[in-house]
């Protein structure tokens, strides 16, 4: 068992866990998710690492509580915040510029915002009813930095599914290369029991092992299993 050496409410339903597991934060990278149960015959849950720290030796984990099994632990969902975290710190360290853009459907469930403009060179915040910097959604902002910044080569997106087909449908406009991250319902994290299986350019792939980080301006992708995010 690992133990939960620190937890935090970031928002209604939405809790960060440090999680004390060495061996899984030394080979952690920007990316990467784990399975989880709360017991030995617990659900198995993939969760997006969102951050680590291996000279402690813990991951984080960020979740938002969506019924019966993540009311006990977790199922992430609509905090794409927390997995584009670590891919944003990695991209502003290997030296690249790098514009973030977050969004909420309102101030109340915004979170890491200071950990998010200390990964990146520029961050951007929205709110869907404007209770917070500005209304109007993330493609909204994305647009204007689009239009900004001439010499954009790479577009990250992680969160809801309709949030990241506008963004798809947006930089494929522009010919913007972009990568979504397709978390859909996992069993076995092995690519064998098919139930994350999703339809990319009409083949069927499996997100826990081709992914779940997709191409999505070179792929029309689509979930064909259990669920996503």
């Given at each position: 068992m690992y133990r939960i050496t620190r937890k935090v409410a970031l928002a209604p339903t939405l809790n960060q866990f440090e999680i004390e597991a060495p061996l899984v934060s030394r080979k952690a990278a920007p990316g990467q998710f784990i399975i989880l149960r709360i017991h030995d015959q617990g659900e198995r849950i993939p969760l997006t690492i969102a951050d680590f720290d291996k000279g402690k030796g813990t991951i984080t984990c960020v979740f938002q509580e969506v019924g019966k099994t993540t009311s006990?632990?977790?199922?992430?969902?609509?905090?794409?915040?927390?997995?584009?975290?670590?891919i944003a710190r990695a991209l502003k360290q290997a030296g690249n510029e790098v514009v973030g853009i977050i969004g909420a459907r309102t101030k109340e469930l915004l979170f890491w915002e200071d950990k998010m403009r200390a990964a990146c060179s520029e961050l951007r915040?929205?709110?869907?009813?404007g209770s917070y910097v500005r209304k109007g959604f993330v493609t909204d902002v994305l647009?204007?930095?689009?239009?900004?910044?001439?010499?954009?080569?790479?577009?990250?997106?992680?969160?809801?599914?309709?949030?990241?087909?506008?963004v798809s449908n947006l930089t494929r406009e522009y010919g913007l290369k972009t990568i979504v991250s397709l978390n859909s319902i996992m069993v076995d994290g092995t690519g064998m029991c098919g139930c994350c299986r999703v339809t990319v350019d009409g083949k069927t792939r499996f997100a826990c092992v081709d992914g779940p980080d997709l191409d999505r301006i070179n792929h029309r992708c689509s979930c064909s299993g259990g669920g996503g995010k």
């Open positions: 006990v632990v977790c199922v992430g969902g609509g905090v794409g915040v927390a997995p584009v975290h670590p915040v929205t709110t869907d009813d647009r204007e930095v689009i239009e900004e910044k001439k010499d954009l080569g790479l577009c990250v997106a992680i969160g809801p599914l309709p949030m990241m087909r506008a």
